[in-house]
């Protein structure tokens, strides 16, 4: 910054988001830098006038650098496009894609190898069904994280990502420990079968109490957002 005063971090972070997507609109970076510099100075003015933090960062900042760009005269050579909106399909999907991604990774890694290790001991009947459960449980956390990794990959420059993860998060975790009980119902009402359609029903329910989950969490995010009001004084 070009004055003394330092901004909130909750500002600088909005402003890392601004030159991001000026970034992405692939603007000069002498241009990116002039206006990073004269967007400080304002921010900066503004909260020493009054103006909150929270007035400031609830501006959109995918339209807010697109304006400033136009007020500018900068000529963009691509057009400014916003972040992928939260939607029910949008966060679903990615959570889908993310947790199949690591449930790929757990066949290729975990399974092989904790079927390899108890194939080379001598472990008792319990103990080997202990090592399954941790292997069961080792795959859930790499399906996990595959899948919050998505969520804040696709979703990390909008306001609130972390909560977007946590809640996506936690909501995921007990859809899944939910369907645990109807899952062993139908399964000891079906005598363990290892048929196909007993098999996918068990799944069904599984996905199906996890992606409610994520439904969720979806509205909870939603319904907790500031509206977007007010703005940064005008350029």
């Not at 990502?161 to 079906?190: D, E, K, Q, Y």
């Not at 290892?194 to 996905?207: K, P, Y």
């Amino acid at each position: 910054m070009t004055n003394d005063r330092v901004l909130d971090p909750r500002l600088t972070a909005w402003v890392d988001v601004v030159d991001y997507y000026w970034q992405r609109a692939a603007v000069p970076r002498a241009d990116r830098d002039r206006l990073r510099a004269a967007l400080e100075r304002d921010l900066a003015s503004s909260v020493a006038e009054g103006a909150t933090v929270e007035e400031l960062v609830a501006v959109d900042p995918a339209d807010f650098a697109s304006e400033v760009a136009d007020a500018d005269g900068v000529e963009p050579r691509e057009l400014l496009l916003p972040d992928p909106p939260l939607t029910d399909a949008g966060l679903l999907g990615t959570v889908l894609v993310g947790a199949a991604v690591g449930a790929a990774l757990s066949l290729a890694t975990v399974y092989p190898i904790g079927v390899d290790l108890m194939d080379q001991t001598s472990a008792t009947y319990a103990q080997q069904g202990l090592v399954a459960l941790g292997l069961h449980c080792l795959a859930a956390a790499v399906c996990l994280t595959a899948a919050l990794s998505a969520v804040w990959w696709r979703y990390r420059f909008r306001a609130q990502a972390g909560r977007i993860v946590l809640l996506t998060g936690v909501l995921l975790v007990a859809g899944g420990l939910l369907s645990i009980a109807p899952a062993m119902l139908l399964a000891s009402a079906t005598g363990y079968s290892s048929a196909a359609a007993v098999v996918l029903a068990e799944i069904g329910i599984v996905v199906g109490l996890c992606s409610a989950g994520v439904l969720a969490a979806r509205r909870l995010v939603s319904g907790s957002q500031p509206p977007r009001e007010g703005g940064l004084p005008a350029r």
